[in-house]
C-alpha cells in the first residue's frame, strides 16, 4: 500500500471545488416498488416525486432522503427511452453520481477543457421556488457525472418535482452521508481512469491496493483511490486481477455489461443500531465466519465497542496509523450480483479496511458460489 500526497503544501488551485455528493440517481426497473424498499427496509424518506401525474411523459422518479444522502430511483415508462435500454443492458444500476457545485458552468467547462466528454451542457432548470443550473460529463462506462448548482434554489428537490402525497411514515436507520462511491472498471483500464480523476477532474491519488494486498485463493482484484481537494469525494477505482477463478469483479462485469459503480458506501454514527435495525427489516448481509472475530483484536487493538455485539451482527473491524473503523457489505441489492451497499462507522480512521479484505473476499466468493459464477 502506498500513500501520496501530490501537493502537500495546497499551492495549487482547485479548478474543480466540490462541496459533496448531491445524490446518486439509479435508472430500475420498476421505481414504485424499489421506493417502497428504501423507505420501509432502508428508512429512507422520499421527498420528492416527478411523473405523469405532474407533467412528465416519459418516467417515473422518486427522491429517497436520509441524512445529507439523496438517492433518485428513475424507471421508464416507455419502451423507446434511454432509461428502459440502460435497464435492459446493466439491469437496475447507478446512472448519475452528482456532484454539489458552486458552480456548475465552471465546473463543465474546467473538465471538458481537460478532455471529459460532454453529456450535457449546463442548462438552467427554474420554478417558483428559484433556479437550479446543472451540467454533466461521461465517466467510466455509461456511468455519468452531474454538477448541480442550487445554491438559488429552495423547492423540495429541483424544478419539476413536486412533494410526494404518497409518502409512508418511516423509521430512519441512522445513515448520515455518502462517505465513498466505488466503480468496477475493465482489466487494465483503472490507471486510464484514475488518470481521468486526476487530470480531468483534479483530484489525487489517496491509496494503492495490489494483488498482493487483496487476493485469496480463488480470486484478486487492484483497487486504487482517488479524492477530490477538500476530501469529501472519494472513489476507489476497482479492476480485476488474475486469480485461479473469476474474480468478483469480473462477475460484476459480466452481469453488469460493463463498467460501473460497485458500490455506496454510507456513513453512520452507531453502526450497532444501524446494522440491528437493517437486519430486523430484511436487508441482507454479507456473512462473515466466527473464527473472524478471534483474533481481530490483535489484530486492531482497543476498540469502544463490545466485541460479542459485534460478532452478532457480523461487523467487521479494521483500523489504520489514524484510528478504526466498522463496517460492514450487504448482498447486492438486485437479483444480478451487481451493485451492493456498505455500511460504515469511521472511529478516526481514514482508510477503507485493507484488513478485511481477506475475510470479506472469501464470503463474497461463497456467494459467488452459490450463484454458480466461480
Ligand atoms: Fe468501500
Known amino acids: 500500500m502506498q500513500r501520496e500526497v501530490l501537493d502537500p503544501a495546497g499551492t495549487e488551485v482547485d479548478f474543480l471545488p466540490l462541496l459533496g455528493t448531491d445524490h446518486i ?31 412528465v411523459r416519459d418516467r417515473a422518479s422518486y427522491v429517497l432522503k436520509q441524512g445529507k444522502i439523496t438517492l433518485i430511483l428513475t424507471t421508464a415508462i416507455k419502451p423507446d427511452s434511454e432509461i428502459a435500454e440502460h435497464v435492459k443492458a446493466h439491469g437496475d444500476g447507478v446512472k448519475f453520481l452528482s456532484l454539489w457545485v458552486d458552480d456548475a458552468r465552471s465546473a463543465f467547462e474546467e ?13 438552467v432548470f427554474q420554478d417558483e421556488n428559484g433556479e437550479v443550473v446543472v451540467s454533466a460529463i461521461h465517466t467510466y462506462g455509461e456511468t455519468i457525472h452531474k454538477f448541480v448548482e442550487r445554491k438559488n434554489y429552495s423547492g423540495p428537490f429541483l424544478p419539476g418535482y413536486v412533494k410526494p402525497w404518497n409518502a409512508l411514515e418511516v423509521t430512519p436507520v441512522g445513515l448520515k452521508h455518502v462517505d465513498h462511491c466505488v466503480g468496477n472498471v475493465e482489466l487494465g483500464m483503472m490507471n486510464e481512469w484514475v488518470k481521468f480523476y486526476e487530470e480531468v477532474m483534479g483530484f489525487q491519488l489517496l491509496l494503492t491496493f495490489d494483488d498482493k494486498d487483496i487476493s485469496t485463493e480463488y480470486s484478486a482484484l487492484m483497487s486504487k483511490v482517488v479524492s477530490n481537494g477538500n476530501g469529501y469525494v472519494k472513489f476507489p477505482i476497482n479492476e480485476p486481477a ?3 477463478k473469476k474474480s468478483q469483479i469480473e462477475e460484476y462485469i459480466e452481469f453488469y455489461r460493463g463498467a460501473g459503480v460497485q458500490h455506496i458506501a454510507v456513513a453512520t454514527d452507531d453502526i450497532l443500531h444501524t446494522v440491528a435495525e437493517l437486519r430486523k427489516r430484511g436487508v441482507e448481509f454479507l456473512y462473515v465466519p466466527d473464527n473472524y472475530y478471534e ?4 489484530r486492531v487493538g482497543d476498540i469502544h465497542e463490545d466485541l460479542q455485539e459485534l460478532k452478532k451482527l457480523n461487523i467487521l473491524i479494521d483500523r489504520d496509523d489514524e484510528g478504526y473503523l466498522l463496517q460492514l457489505f450487504t448482498k447486492p441489492v438486485e437479483d444480478r450480483p451487481t451493485v451492493f451497499y456498505e455500511i460504515i462507522q469511521r472511529c478516526g480512521a481514514k482508510s477503507f479496511g485493507k484488513g478485511n479484505f481477506k475475510a470479506l473476499f472469501e464470503s463474497i466468493e461463497r456467494e459467488q458460489e452459490r450463484r454458480g459464477n466461480l
Open 295 to 298: 483474533d481481530v483484536l490483535d
Open 25 to 55: 440517481e439509479f435508472y430500475v426497473g420498476n421505481a414504485k416498488q424499489s421506493a417502497y424498499y428504501y423507505q420501509m427496509a432502508w428508512g429512507y424518506e422520499l421527498i420528492a416525486y416527478a411523473g405523469p401525474e405532474t407533467g
Open 111 to 123: 473538465t471538458t477543457k481537460r478532455g471529459a466528454k460532454p453529456y450535457m451542457e449546463p442548462t
Open 242 to 244: 488474475d486469480g485461479r
